[in-house]
């Protein structure tokens, strides 16, 4: 018996592209000789769709093209991920195509709604399990959230599933997988004999990244290991199962391209024994950035793309991802010196543009500099220079690439760290300018692991830019740890309040100074307004700025 | 029987303040004989409070000053709404305090989790009615939602309750008074002999705007109205109600000072019945902005604002609106012209500016301009002049705007409307520049008839600014219905495909062409990127973009 996992990359809202997408691997199932296909949670309209949820004719259209595949192959079992409208209610549902129609449909059962998640702004819950017979067994149907709540999963044992087929949109998170599938083999393994098949979409969508990963348990025979199967990070594929051997589940994986940095693993149990090693998460995520970046850009028909080069690391990251998602004549990298940019800022970008050969320029903007001060001068006098002066710089630089991208129909690539956007060390409609943030949620501390990590087998990024101390070079002989604290004691912080949610009161417990966890609070709280106007940009943490973190701008809170 | 109803402005977060001004009003109640007080939903610590609910310490500190308040008025019987753990879960619960503790809690049984609500990312429902006695007689508590869904006021019915006390953080809608207190009536009339006291809190929080205007309901006897109270709309009070008269209900209004533009009316009826006449709705509406801006100004320690008068109809009306919440010597604005800046805008931003007395500046743009077009140049020989050009005189205005806020440590309100937001005819980086955005939610055609209410006693604002065509004046002769259909339609779609969700078929039904319904439509889609990076304004129709609305930036739908 063999099984087709579409580990596919839908595309939100765009229903023809969707159902061309599983055509394609329905083909693929029935050329392989496959008689179940299998698709992710939301397959049909990519996830999520937010409020296109409560528009009736895209729930109307869903419906249309879930038929029109059901027609088209009438002798393949496909399993399909839609939203269904049933008496005035909503469901997150799959439902079993098969001989032209559709044969069997389950709604999700436990709704998320916390973290980047809104189910129960749009779903009501189901209440029935879902099953289907084929070929003498059981499976069984869940969706996401079903698995990690009790009740579902236990049910279909109950009803004496052979297998569970479980389809999600479960977005990718740094150092999840080991963990996330231990939890999953423990519930399994408390359970008589089901074989666990666990299907995950690929993809960017605006703040979400999602990491396939998709795997298959085998019951628990012994105490040794079950995992039969994990198809690896940020690779959309087909996978054909065959189950027909009793002990062995042969795999066939059939890829698509991609522009990656670095192969992953091939062996599952290597995978996921591997999955926490620091090596190779570190170049995982990497791979999922540029992911990330290669989804919103082509997902939004972006043909060219502007970045300002600055010198510094963040900047030099970005390039590089970007390098490996759209071709290089459709990459332009601006620096823009000031009169603080320093000659090894400039040698640095040059360097660094001229080893990944994509357009450079340096634009200085002294003049411009010069001509808003003066602007200024009458009203600023007898005030000390301040931030004032350096957001114009910032500014300036920004105005400049937008420029760029609205001549040349392109987007300007925001180059900030999760870091900055904590504690707003960052200026607003200056270098936070950009419709893209691929570092939005990469603490400074990761940002050089990345940089370490491109260039580990030959000098991407000049050595220099990773070694220096890092500078806005927005005042003389300005480091960034005049302002801060130091990236390695900020970014702890950060991951202890935002990340793990920890009080003031635990982090000065675990013995930070009062006076820095409060200053450091303070400007996470003081600088949601910031944040509130900044550029989308993945999700790779437990807790990213954005919709997976919802806090009031207009907030008096304090201990 | 007096029972004091403390029509609140709590801030969010501020548990100190909060405390403090529920302090104050059991005072008031202490003082007018009052045995009840009664303050709305999350009185404590303010709604939403979002995701400060999810810190632990947060619901701690609401604990700790429950308790505080309780100890100090052990006389009365004091209900607060506030958020409660038990169990591991929380609940959005409203607390009898009397003798020094808890006397009782009731937990929200209904919670919205659809437009701007959130709430089942945090709380869990409760289960039981919520009754005390006092003086012989039921009293039935309800938390805000738990009146629209059927269950709970039934519920309070069937157990003889004589009185309903329904505290709410109800957002305010352009025309929602009459049709929600109809709504309610309706129910009540179906049961027997309730008395309802409906109160709601008041004052501005980052994208909601409370309007107060609680009310109370007799039973109904004959045909004849039993509304018997309506406070009206955004002004904090505290309101003394005497039941003791079994025919009458006694009123005494203790209110704040408000700097309102025109008196509001007295008597509940009236109120109620001209709550729909668009004169009375538009100069509510007009207070409802001034209460959202000082309150948004005040609540973040706002000292000064700088805005960008163009001579054109939004910035003259988000002046006014400023002139009223903050005192004019904090106020600047600032008029810079570029070389498509008409005489007729140069000699109307200076009349506005000197009849509300604020500071003006004129600062001239074209030298800037002409820096960035000689900086721009070689690389853009031989393309045309397009939206780039007129982004960068945007972009160089909200540069000068934001260098005065950063300078004098002050905040540049945001001048764009609902029209422009929705169509994206607006220079991200540029106009959008602005730390609030006040007519966010109102469309182009609604800012016309808040404009002629300004000027309803005495022209404030020049009628020429009212009666001219208007222009973004970024290119020679330019007028917005060069780029844009007639605001009167414009706002027509927007009302029915944006509010009230009517699908593009729909729309060309109802006689729209359908090649101006398409561009429309996509133009709104197609602008998601930009609102995501726009100031936060308040929401004052049935949906507004921000958090009511929530679509993706990466959505590919089309019918």
Same sequence: chains 1, 2.
């Avoid at 249309?64 to 005035?88: D, Q, T, V």
């Avoid at 069984?140 to 990690?148: A, R, S």
């Avoid at 808003?372 to 004032?388: P, S």
Wanted: proline residues 4%; charged residues 30%; contains cysteine.
């Amino acid at each position: 018996m063999k099984i087709s996992l579409a580990e596919i990359n839908p595309k939100v809202g765009d229903l023809k592209y969707n159902t061309k997408l599983i055509i394609k691997h329905a083909e693929i199932a029935n050329k392989n000789g496959a008689e179940i296909l299998v698709t992710p949670e939301l397959s049909l309209c990519g996830y999520p769709p937010e409020d296109l949820l409560l528009e009736k004719e895209f729930i109307d259209k869903c419906n249309h093209f879930l038929i029109e595949i059901a027609k088209k192959f009438p002798k393949l079992k496909i399993i399909i991920g839609h939203p269904r409208r049933k008496n005035k209610l909503l469901f997150n549902s799959v439902s079993l195509l098969y001989k032209g129609k559709i044969n069997k449909t389950y709604d999700k059962q436990k709704l998320p709604n916390y973290g980047v998640f809104d189910e129960k702004r749009y779903f009501s819950s189901g209440r029935k399990p879902g099953l289907f017979k084929h070929k003498g067994k059981k499976f069984g149907l869940l969706i996401c959230e079903d698995i990690w709540e009790d009740g579902p999963l236990e049910e279909l044992n109950q009803l004496n599933a052979d297998y569970v087929i479980c389809v999600n949109a479960s977005p990718y998170e740094f150092n999840k997988t080991k963990n996330k599938i231990n939890i999953i083999q423990n519930r399994i393994d408390k359970l008589q004999g089901l074989n666990l098949i666990y299907l995950n979409c690929v993809g960017g969508q605006d703040e979400l990244l999602f990491d396939g990963n998709s795997f298959i348990t085998k019951p628990k025979k012994q105490k040794k290991n079950n995992l039969s199967f994990l198809s690896g990070q940020f690779i959309s594929k087909n996978i054909i199962v065959d189950f027909s051997s009793s002990n062995n589940v042969e795999i066939k994986k059939i890829c698509e391209k991609f522009p990656f940095h670095r192969k992953i693993l091939n062996d599952p149990v290597a995978l996921r024994d591997s999955s926490s090693s620091e090596k190779y998460l570190i170049y995982n995520l990497l791979n999922g950035l540029i992911l990330a970046m290669k989804d919103y850009i082509e997902k939004n028909s972006i043909k060219k793309v502007f970045l300002g080069l600055s010198g510094g690391i963040d900047s030099a990251v970005v390039l590089f991802i970007a390098s490996k998602v759209i071709k290089k004549e459709n990459i332009t990298a601006i620096m823009m010196p000031s009169e603080f940019t320093s000659k090894m800022s400039l040698e640095d970008a040059k360097k660094l543009a001229t080893i990944l050969a994509v357009d450079y320029k340096i634009i200085p903007i002294k003049k411009h500099v010069k001509l808003f001060d003066e602007t200024l001068k009458d009203d600023f006098v007898g005030l000390n220079e301040d931030i004032t002066e350096q957001n114009i710089q910032a500014r300036i630089r920004g105005m400049i690439l937008m420029a760029y991208a609205n001549k040349f129909k392109g987007m300007v690539l925001a180059t900030g760290n999760k870091s900055e956007m904590a504690v707003g060390y960052s200026t607003i409609y200056g270098d936070m300018v950009g419709g893209f943030s691929v570092l939005k949620d990469v603490p400074k501390t990761m940002v050089y692991k990345i940089a370490n990590e491109i260039n580990y087998k030959e000098i991407i990024i000049p050595q220099r830019i990773i070694n220096r101390a890092p500078s806005a070079e927005l005042s003389k002989n300005q480091i960034d740890q005049d302002s801060l604290p130091e990236y390695e004691v900020l970014d702890k912080i950060i991951d202890l309040h935002i990340e793990k949610n920890f009080s003031e009161k635990d982090l000065i417990k675990f013995g930070f100074s009062a006076k820095l966890v409060k200053k450091v609070v303070k400007l996470i709280k003081n600088n949601e307004f910031k944040r509130r106007q900044s550029a989308p940009g993945p999700k790779i943490t437990s807790k990213a700025f954005g919709k997976d973190r919802r806090y009031p701008i207009t907030n008096k809170f304090q201990l």
